[in-house]
């Protein structure tokens, strides 16, 4: 246990001194393997990048960042938003329900929490602020909103996830969309148990006809179509999630030029875009296979699952105190990484505790979506702020996520002592 909070201690400790993620991973793994491991990761580091990189699965994840690139610039976020806000503006708690229903349908797309966050909340804050909803609900309901992009299918975490474990990515993302919508309904149920004590502003007066609700469906079609190519290929078994990733870019392109949002300028924005996110994972991944190369040599894994069998911990206390852990962690580390520096070494403890791995995937996933709402490191909570005028107070998005958290929290437990919530749909998916 020393050493695993040598790695960890270290880890913090570089990134304090402001090194990048990878850069720090990679500095770690090699000086532990200079001291330790007698320069086997020195001599060995070309063959695990290039051995590790070398998996068609990992095409996947520049893929979905395309896509979600593509719709985030191809104005589906903005007619979906409205589109939903004359559904929900009755509601209790209002609008601030298209917030999560809106993220939801466009977390089914974009696989990026990121950029969940950052499209939903450019649409908007605007229109909630104009209408004088409570500015902490507003940000929080955005930033928790926005975490959806990491769980429901498709997910960049769950295909680094399933790289790193060994774990079928196809099955992750079966097994995520049951959980995810119930998760988006714990979010909303959250809005409503805070609106009795924060009253949201009332309703239009003018009623919009049933018919004109309907017709508004129509601009959420897309959104369904690009979800229902991706998951239905996979869940038919018609393609690999890169394949799916591949399709749902060309769905996209077809419903963008449909909205006539497509451009050569919108394109060149939208790979560059791409191109950076997709290089910096991919840059964390690399190091942390390097990590991990380091600790197998260190037998650090064994020796932890030796150390918690001997300790004769129950597995529902082990799972709580991963809990703890991973919410502590989350308070210093961002969800990337956090999920590749810890995969070598918990998922070996959890498995001999008796706990499906693909199970721990979607409860690991959702610990990383917990991490991004929790301060001082959520990267959905300055991803939020920085939608804002210059010189806001940042507290105004840390209270309003408290109440998120309470629903993560809920769903937490849920998934803890009901798994069948997780494996119910990837069985089926088996028979």
């Known amino acids: 246990m020393l050493i695993a909070l040598f790695f960890i201690s270290g880890l913090l400790i570089l990134l304090f001194f402001g090194l990048h993620v990878a850069s720090a991973i990679v500095l770690l793994a090699v000086g532990a393997d200079l001291i330790v491991g007698n320069g086997i990761l020195i001599d060995s580091l070309g063959s695990i990048a290039w051995d590790r990189m070398n998996e068609f699965s990992l095409v996947a994840i520049p893929l979905f960042v395309l896509l979600g690139e593509i719709l985030l610039r191809g104005g589906v976020a903005d007619k979906l938003y409205s589109s939903l806000a004359v559904w929900m503006e009755r509601w209790p708690g209002g609008l601030l329900h298209t917030n999560t229903v809106a993220s939801t349908?466009?977390?089914?797309?974009?696989?990026?929490?990121?950029?969940?966050?950052?499209?939903?909340?450019?649409?908007?804050?605007?229109?909630?602020?104009?209408?004088?909803?409570?500015?902490?609900?507003?940000f929080g309901s955005l930033a928790a909103g926005g975490t959806l992009g990491v769980l429901i299918p498709p997910s960049i975490l769950m295909i680094v996830y399933g790289t790193l474990a060994d774990i079928s990515v196809s099955e992750l993302f079966v097994a995520a969309v049951i959980p995810g919508l119930i998760l988006a309904g714990f979010m909303s149920l959250a809005i409503v148990v805070v609106s009795f004590f924060v009253p949201s502003p009332k309703a239009a007066e003018t009623r919009v006809p049933l018919r004109e609700k309907f017709r508004a469906l129509r601009e959420i079609i897309p959104t369904f179509v690009v979800f229902f190519v991706i998951m239905g290929?996979?869940?038919?078994?018609?393609?690999?999630?890169?394949?799916?990733?591949?399709?749902?870019?060309?769905?996209?392109?077809?419903?963008?030029?449909?909205?006539?949002?497509?451009?050569?300028?919108?394109?060149?924005?939208?790979?560059?875009?791409?191109?950076?996110?997709?290089?910096?994972?991919?840059?964390?991944?690399?190091?942390?296979?390097?990590?991990?190369?380091?600790?197998?040599?260190?037998?650090?894994?064994?020796?932890?699952?030796?150390?918690?069998?001997?300790?004769?911990?129950?597995?529902?206390?082990?799972?709580?105190?991963?809990?703890?852990?991973?919410?502590?962690?989350?308070?210093?580390?961002?969800?990337?990484?956090?999920?590749?520096?810890?995969?070598?070494?918990?998922?070996?403890?959890?498995?001999?505790?008796?706990?499906?791995?693909?199970?721990?995937?979607?409860?690991?996933?959702?610990?990383?979506?917990?991490?991004?709402?929790?301060?001082?490191?959520?990267?959905?909570?300055?991803?939020?702020?920085?939608?804002?005028?210059?010189g806001s107070d940042i507290n105004d998005v840390f209270i309003g996520a408290v109440?998120?958290?309470?629903?993560?929290?809920?769903?937490?437990?849920?998934?803890?002592?009901?798994?069948?919530?997780?494996?119910?749909?990837?069985?089926?998916m088996e028979n």
């Open 233 to 390: 290929s996979i869940y038919g078994g018609i393609a690999t999630p890169t394949e799916a990733a591949a399709l749902g870019i060309i769905c996209a392109l077809v419903l963008v030029a449909m909205n006539g949002r497509l451009s050569v300028a919108m394109l060149h924005e939208a790979f560059q875009g791409a191109f950076r996110t997709t290089s910096m994972i991919i840059l964390i991944i690399v190091s942390a296979f390097c990590l991990n190369f380091v600790i197998s040599i260190l037998g650090l894994p064994q020796s932890a699952s030796r150390a918690i069998s001997e300790a004769g911990l129950s597995p529902y206390v082990l799972i709580w105190l991963l809990v703890l852990f991973y919410l502590l962690l989350g308070c210093f580390l961002e969800a990337v990484a956090m999920m590749v520096t810890t995969i070598g070494i918990v998922v070996p403890i959890v498995v001999a505790a008796g706990f499906d791995p693909l199970w721990f995937g979607i409860f690991l996933t959702t610990m990383m979506e917990l991490s991004l709402i929790t301060p001082p490191v959520g990267l959905n909570l300055y991803v939020i702020q920085n939608l804002r005028p210059r």
């Open 403 to 428: 109440p998120f958290m309470g629903a993560f929290f809920a769903f937490i437990a849920l998934i803890i002592y009901f798994p069948e919530i997780v494996l119910w749909l990837p069985g089926l």
């Open 105 to 138: 349908l466009f977390a089914a797309t974009s696989g990026s929490s990121v950029a969940t966050a950052a499209t939903i909340g450019t649409v908007a804050i605007p229109t909630l602020e104009e209408r004088g909803y409570n500015k902490r609900m507003t």
